[in-house]
C-alpha cells in the first residue's frame, strides 16, 4: 500500500497551524446565521458537522436561521402571493400560518441533523444537545408610508440571561425568523435582525453569516478578504440586495460591540473551520480591531522574530542574530502582525552622526509575500527614519540588491559606509551597499 505522505503532512500541518485558534475559540461565544436557502442546499450536512466539532472543540454557539426560501415555497404552492415594501415581507394573517409551518419544519430539521450520532459518521459521540424557546420578544413593525406590515415585526428584546444560562450549561441554542410578544402574538422577523441583534445583545466574539457567495467583492470581482465598517459602507450601493442584507448585518454587528463579522459561502465545504482556523480566512471578515497591523516591535516579539529570520539565516542571506542580540536591539525593530502572529520585521540602526541609519533585516514570511507587504515595512522604516532626522538609510544585501534597487536605492562603494560600519563590513560575505534618502510624503 502507497502511503500519501505529502497529504499527511499538509494535515499535521494544518492541524499544528490551528491550534492557537483552538485555543482562542474555546470558551468564546459564536452566533452563526443559516438563510432558509443555506438549509436545503446539499452543503448543509457539512455546515453541521463543522458547527458539532466546534461546539466538541468548546465554542458556546447560537444558531440564528431563517425561511425565506420555504415560505415562498409554500406560498406559491397554494397559489398566494407575498408582497413586499422596500425588502420587507408584508406578513398578512393567511401568510403567517405558512410562516409558522415552515420555521416549525426547518426547526425539526436542524434538532435532528444536530442528534444524529451513527458509527463512522462526523458526529459520532458529539452528543449535542440544543435548546430552543421563547428568547425572542418582538414587536409589529408597524404602519410606514401608509403600509401596515401586519405580522411581520422587528426585534424587541433577546432574554440574553437566559441563553447565557443554556451557553454555560452546555447547550447550542436555536433561534428563529420568529418573534413573540407580551400579548401572545407571533411576528415574522428578518433572520439577519435576530442575528445581529442576538451577536450584539449577547456580547458575542463572533457573528457568522453564510450567503450565497464566498464573501463580499470589489468592483474587479475581487474577494475582499477583511474589510472595516466604515469602508464596508461604501460597498453597499452596488450590491445585489441579498449581500446588502449580510453586509449591513455584519456593520450593525460591529457597530453593536461585535469584535469580528464574517461572510462565508454555505455552498463551499469547509468553509467555516477554513474562516476560523486558518489566517488567511474563506470569506470577508469585517472587523473594529486591527487585524493585520504594522508596530514597533515589543520584547515579546522576540520568539516570532526569531522563528522568521532563521530560515533565512541558515540560507545565508541574513547574517546570525543571536537572541541576546534581538533582546538588546528589540527597540530598533518594526513588524507587520497578522491575526497575532508575526509575518514581517524590519530594524533601523541610527549611527551616532544622527543623519544616517542602516535598514536591516527585512523579510516578510514566505507565504505572505503577496499584497506588497516588504514595500509597507520600507514606508514604515523610511517614516521613522524622517521622524529621527535621518537624512540617508543604507542596506547591505547578498542576494536583493535588485528589489532594493527598483525602490530608489543606489548602489555605492563600501567606503561610503559611515565609519563605525566600515570596521565590522565583511570583506568574506562581499555584501552590496546601497544607499536611499527617506521618501518625503508628498502633500
Known sequence: ??????????????FRQSSPYIHA???KTFVIMLGGDALTHENFTNIINDIALLSSLGVRLVL????????????REKNISSHFHKGRRITDKQTIEYV???????RALIESKLSIGLVNSPMHGARIRVISGNFVTARPYGIHNGIDYQHTGEVRKIDHQAVHHLLDSGYVVLLSCLGLSPTGEIF???????????????????????????????????????????????????MTSDNRRLLNAAIAACKGGVARSQIISFKEDGALLRELFTRNGAGTLISRDHYEEIRRAAIEDIGGILALIKPLEKKGVLRRRSRKE???????????????????CTALHPFPDGKTAELACLVVHKDYRSGQRGDRLLEHTESLALSQGIEKIFVLTTQTAHWFAERGFIEVSEQELPEEKKVTYSYKRQSKVLIKEPAREVV
Open 1 to 14: 500500500m502507497t502511503v500519501n505522505t505529502s497529504h499527511h503532512k499538509d494535515y499535521v500541518s494544518f
Open 25 to 27: 475559540h474555546r470558551g
Open 64 to 75: 440564528v436561521h431563517g425561511a425565506r426560501l420555504q415560505i415562498d415555497a409554500r406560498l
Open 100 to 106: 409558522k409551518d415552515a420555521v416549525g419544519n426547518l
Open 188 to 238: 415574522n422577523l428578518d433572520v439577519e435582525d435576530v442575528a445581529t441583534f442576538t451577536a450584539t445583545r449577547l456580547g458575542a466574539e463572533k457573528l457568522i453569516l453564510f450567503g450565497r457567495q464566498q464573501g463580499i467583492f470589489n468592483g474587479h470581482s475581487e474577494l475582499i478578504s477583511r474589510i472595516s465598517p466604515s469602508e464596508a459602507e461604501g460597498c453597499l450601493k452596488t
Open 326 to 344: 534581538l533582546e538588546r536591539e528589540i527597540r530598533l525593530f518594526s513588524v507587520i502582525v497578522l491575526d497575532g502572529m508575526i509575518i514581517g
